[in-house]
């Protein structure tokens, strides 16, 4: 068993089957692992990071990936240099590929680093979701004596799907029951509809489509829509081709006299629907087209016999009514055993953390927080 790294992203398509095989057997399962959503990330984001994929091989198998970059940061006045997974603020979920063997490939992984193979000074690991994968990097971590900390970033609501959609409906609060109703059947009075298009579809018609739709909607206003800026139009555009050529696309639209008033984009992968954005155009907004839009795209994942939906993002009201679970998402860095990144992680783990039980500072935090 040994380590190969993969630093050109033109030899990364030779990975695609065993990269997509060990993204299919992670848990939970995301398209966000696929080797799709890697090269279209690394298309619109990468903004002179080094590519840094760690491939971990049996002879000519791979075993394991860790699809890394490198870059340098300043944070907290220093400049350092960071290995991190290719994610930002559009990833859903990250993590390292571990299939077979997984325990001996999480240790050549980690060796890389603790060996210094490469210069570092953080290990940053975002989007993984809390859980037995987690647990095991964290117990190998204690075992090399690499110093790290573990931060909860975000709960994201996820629905496991059992059942028909009528009984799933008839259990949640009848207060929310009846409001979500009401506003359907006010939107179908009053011509709107709703289309799914999934599969291999032809995406680009349908991204512009549902571009039409960010432009007039808040994330419009304020410059987070998916074609806000170059680089985000760039990474829809490129993913949703590549989603749509695997047949893992999903898009729905809610229309009324022929004009999109909101759109949802969501991927059905490994038997479940990833929510990853949705808009709706304000100056509609009495038809409650977001809404509206949800309940037939959840109505929509239990009629395909899906068995699961992931909601975007954290915690909210308009999710929880619908989600069955939490996921915690976490934040795990390492730091190298070099001077400062030691010191980094001791203010920033075991004093912070004593410096919480003083009542005087929990006191302070909540006044400053209100």
Known sequence: MHVEVVRNPSELAALGEAWNDLAARATPASPALTLEWFLAWWEAFADGAELYVLSVRDGGRVLALAPLMLATRREWGFRWRVASLATNAHSPQAGLLLGERAGECLDEILRHFAGNVVPWDLLRLDHLVKGPELDRIVDRLRTLGLSHLVEVRRTAPALDISGGWEEFLGGRGRSFRDSIKRKVKKASKAGATVSVHAGRVDADPLVERAFAVASRSWSGRHGTAINSTRDLATFYRGLAARMARKGWLSLAFFERDGRDLAFELNLDYAGARHALKMA?????????????????????????????FY?????????DHWASRWDDHCRLTVYSHRFLPGARHLVRGPLWERARRIPYLRRLKRLLMG
């Open 280 to 308: 709706f155009d304000e100056a509609h907004g009495e038809l409650s087209p977001g809404q509206v839009l949800r309940f037939h795209v959840l109505k929509d994942a239990f009629e395909r016999g899906l068995g699961g």
């Open 311 to 319: 909601f975007l993002g954290d915690r909210e009201e308009h999710k």
